[in-house]
């Protein structure tokens, strides 16, 4: 697995399943998407300059649709 995949792996693990574990395996499969969609738009990186991947992406996107103007 890459280092990338195994941050997000890591980082699902140790703040939102672990602590979900006490609900049970079901509780914690059923919210998986919703820690993933949670963890793209809303959660900061340090990678990304303390951004959600989302908001990187629509503001590289503007920054494009600038330059295609150009």
């Known amino acids: 697995m890459g280092s990338r995949a195994e941050s997000f ?3 699902i693990k ?3 399943a672990t602590p979900a574990l006490r ?3 079901k509780t914690v499969m ?3 998407a919703d820690w993933v969609e949670q963890c793209n738009a809303r959660h900061p990186h340090s990678v990304l300059w303390n951004l959600p991947p989302r908001t990187l992406q ?5 920054v494009q649709k600038g330059l295609d103007r150009v």
Not at 58 to 62: G, I, T
């Open 9 to 11: 792996a890591y980082t």
């Open 14 to 16: 140790r703040e939102y």
């Open 23 to 25: 609900a049970g395996a």
């Open 30 to 32: 059923r919210l998986l």
């Open 58 to 62: 629509r503001e590289r996107e503007a």
